[in-house]
Nanobody
Framework: VQLQAFGGGLVQAGGSLRLSCAAS????????MGWFRQAPGKEREFVAV????????YYADSAKGRFTISRDGAKNTVYLQMNGLKPEDTAVYHC????????????????????WGQGTLVTVSS
């Protein structure tokens, strides 16, 4: 499975961005897909995950109420709509995919994922 993330950019605090992650390859539509982010000098941080059907999601506390993860099965694309952005959201955002049938809670760990995209930079100015 190949993943390509895009949609990052520079936005003012309070603004919005929508990230996209296009998946290609064998059975790409059957994978759970997540978003992580990594700010300079910090560890990779879980943001959100969605199951293969799009019927179940799980968010980090920092994302709840502001970010929405969704997927378009026909396009094999996962989205991360980010509203109310804050300077502390500044990071490189990576999408990841894995085969998973259990609770999405356990997909908050980056080492559970088998495939990673290259990342897209989000910069939020104050």
């Amino acid at each position: 499975v190949q993943l390509q993330a895009f949609g990052g950019g520079l936005v003012q605090a309070g603004g919005s961005l929508r990230l996209s992650c296009a998946a290609s390859g064998r059975a790409a539509s059957s994978y759970a897909m997540g978003w992580f982010r990594q700010a300079p000098g910090k560890e990779r941080e879980f943001v959100a995950v969605i199951n293969w059907s799009g019927g179940s999601t799980y968010y980090a506390d920092s994302a709840k109420g502001r970010f929405t993860i969704s997927r378009d099965g026909a396009k094999n694309t996962v989205y991360l709509q980010m509203n109310g952005l804050k300077p502390e959201d500044t990071a490189v955002y990576h999408c990841a995919a894995t085969v998973w049938t259990g609770s999405l809670y356990y997909l908050n760990r980056w080492n559970e994922y088998s495939y990673w995209g290259q990342g897209t930079l989000v910069t939020v100015s104050s």
